[in-house]
């Protein structure tokens, strides 16, 4: 399709922007422009739009805002060596947004026309990119369902939408290391659920949670699973990897937790470097006793956000525990944090075709 291109009258001056882009806390500054595309069950999906970012007109019985037809991704985009910029693994996250889309019976939008949409918001604004070390634009492509109507059933008229925002580092403090917290209250999700679908509503399950976690001086949440509440899943936003004494990684397997590219890539690049990666069950009370006893050394949280963030201490109620690795990130986890690293800002050789050039 022919994107109809709108740049914004009143784009942010210059020297505003560069302010902005300095130090740029994690989604709070937002760019010049967005995407839209409306969809219709009649006419499918409509001429794309690039405009300049504003509020979008809504009616008060859309219901996106009733039943929670709502589905997203998150991705960034980097500013390589060369000057270029570059997406990692874009084919990926349009993958993923047309199974969340069938999982919330909402329409499926073409793998092009996703990346392709992705692809002018970062040519417009690319400017917003940050120049500091590890600085990127987190874009979020999202989907709501704009039906005006009141009943239970799929709506009719959708809306697909791009944004951005430049970040810095995903978590602020001194210590390089997060601290987590284990719910043994609440549940993120159940077999059968939405919990493989990446929608607003299971992280709106989750914030009760995390709200629990900052209380107890945590800066994530780690769920465990419904059923028998043994289980270990994924952390509020990112999954998780466990490192063993003898180098190999422990990760749960998908089903009810998110599948991450980040998680993906993360064990194929483990894979490449000669390491035993296993998808299994893995028990809270198995990751205490293995880490006081020394079995598993290290453990991190992956995510597009955070990308790789070590696991210092874990946190439960009535107690905690520590990992060898301390408050920096292990041999293991700092290995594998830098190939991804040096993969996304095109400081080695894509051997995989992972870096999208825009």
């Avoid at 022919?2 to 020297?15: G, L, M, R």
């Avoid at 947004?97 to 073409?110: C, E, G, I, N, Y």
């Avoid at 205490?288 to 597009?304: H, I, L, S, Y």
């Amino acid at each position: 399709m022919q994107f109809d291109v709108k740049p914004s009258t009143n784009p942010v001056p210059e020297a505003e922007r560069t302010a902005l882009i300095a130090q740029p806390s994690f989604g709070s500054v937002f760019t010049d422009h967005m995407v839209m595309i409306r969809h219709t069950a009649e006419g499918g999906w409509q001429t794309p739009l690039l405009t300049a970012r504003a509020p979008i007109p809504m009616d008060p019985a859309s219901s996106v805002l009733h039943y929670a037809q709502e589905i997203f991704e998150g991705m960034k985009a980097y500013r390589i060596a060369d000057g270029s910029t570059v997406l990692f693994r874009p084919e990926a996250n349009a993958a993923r947004f047309r199974q969340s889309a069938a999982r919330m019976a909402m329409p499926d939008l073409p793998p092009e026309l996703f990346v392709r949409g992705v692809e002018e918001l970062v040519r417009q604004d690319r400017a917003w990119i940050p120049t500091m070390p590890g600085g990127s634009l987190y874009l979020r492509p999202f989907m709501i369902a704009t039906e005006a109507f009141l009943g239970v059933r799929p709506a009719r008229e959708h809306l697909f939408m791009v944004i951005a925002s430049p970040v810095g580092a995903y978590f602020s403090g001194k210590t390089e290391a997060v601290t987590l917290w284990v719910s043994q209250t609440y549940t993120r999700a159940a077999r059968g659920g939405t919990g493989a679908a990446k929608c607003g509503g299971n992280y709106a399950a989750g914030l009760l949670a995390q709200a629990e976690a900052t209380r107890n001086e945590c800066q994530q949440v780690v769920f465990l699973d419904a059923a028998e509440g043994r289980w270990i899943e994924e952390l509020g936003g990112m999954n998780v990897f466990f490192v063993r004494r003898d180098g190999s990684l422990i990760t749960p397997p998908l089903g009810t937790i998110l599948p991450g590219i980040t998680r993906d890539s993360i064990m194929t690049l483990a894979r490449d470097m000669g390491m035993s990666v296993t998808e299994q069950p893995y028990a809270f009370e198995q990751w205490r006793a293995d880490a006081e006893g020394g079995e598993v050394v290290e453990a991190f949280a992956c995510g597009t956000a955070a990308t790789v963030a070590p696991i210092g201490r874990v946190k439960f109620e009535g107690g905690s525990f520590e990992m060898q690795s301390g408050a920096t990130a292990g041999l293991v986890t700092e290995t594998l944090r830098r190939a991804l690293f040096d993969i996304q800002f095109g400081r080695v050789a894509d051997q995989r075709g992972w870096v999208h050039r825009v």
